[in-house]
């Protein structure tokens, strides 16, 4: 088992759509966690740091962890054309990213 | 502000051919550095991370090296490449081992 699953996509909204992207992870030491965002070959870009559980905003940007049940979640608010890419989780402590779910945003 | 820099961006090698990667950070001092790998539509592996110069730490057994000559570079070398050397490497630094990893652009190899 991966020590960090994701959601695998691909993922397809409309324009405005609020989105949830998602992971699992399987170690409870797992303390901090990280949303990158990838368009296609280029290297990711960090979107959200989070440490502990509850949720921290930037934007339109959400992101949520659940430590009771090793879940962690990136919200969209509006969507834009802007926002397709891939979208990749991470757990910092051991470096250890999800495979990562594609988000087209349609017009 | 901080700026990470790679090179080359696209490469393409033959089998048996050697290899070296560079990546440089600027703005920072001390940073940890890390080199991953991406196959395509996966997510990153990690090969090496280091704390200091002259100190690397190897996550996955393979053909790869990796060195850091000086504070700020950190180079991944290969002395014979192979077909599974293929792939979408990343080089990226943090503040410390519990700070946020910012990416470099990347570099595309292609073994042939």
């Known amino acids: 088992q991966k020590e960090v699953e994701q959601d695998p996509g691909p993922l397809s909204v409309p324009e405005g759509a609020i989105v949830s992207l998602n992971c699992t992870y399987s170690?409870?030491?797992?303390?901090?966690f990280m949303w990158y965002r990838q368009y296609s070959r280029k290297g990711p870009e960090l979107l959200m740091y989070?440490?502990?559980?509850g949720n921290k905003e930037d934007g339109r940007f959400t992101a949520q962890v659940d430590k009771s049940s090793k879940y962690i979640s990136l919200f969209i608010r509006d969507s834009q054309p802007s926002d397709s890419a891939t979208y990749l989780c991470?757990?910092?402590?051991?470096?250890?990213f999800g495979d990562g779910t594609t988000l087209t945003v349609k017009p | 502000s901080q700026t990470i820099h790679q090179w080359p961006a696209t490469l393409v090698q033959p089998v048996g051919s050697p290899l070296s990667l560079e990546c440089t950070v600027e703005?920072?001092?001390?940073?940890?550095l890390y080199w991953y790998r991406q196959a395509a539509g996966r997510g990153l592996q990690l090969l090496f991370y280091?704390?200091?110069?002259?100190?690397i730490s190897s996550e996955v057994p393979q053909n790869l090296s990796a060195s850091r000559p000086q504070d700020r570079q950190f180079i991944l070398s290969s002395k014979k490449l192979l077909l599974s050397d293929s792939g979408f490497y990343l080089c990226?630094?943090?503040?410390?081992?519990?700070?946020?990893?910012?990416f470099g652009p990347g570099t595309r190899l292609t073994v042939t």
């Open positions: 170690n409870s030491a797992f303390q901090y």
């Open positions: 703005g920072t001092s001390n940073p940890n």
């Open positions: 990226a630094w943090s503040r410390g081992g519990l700070h946020e990893q910012y």
């Open positions: 989070t440490y502990s559980s």
């Open positions: 280091s704390v200091g110069i002259g100190q």
């Open positions: 991470a757990n910092l402590g051991k470096s250890t």
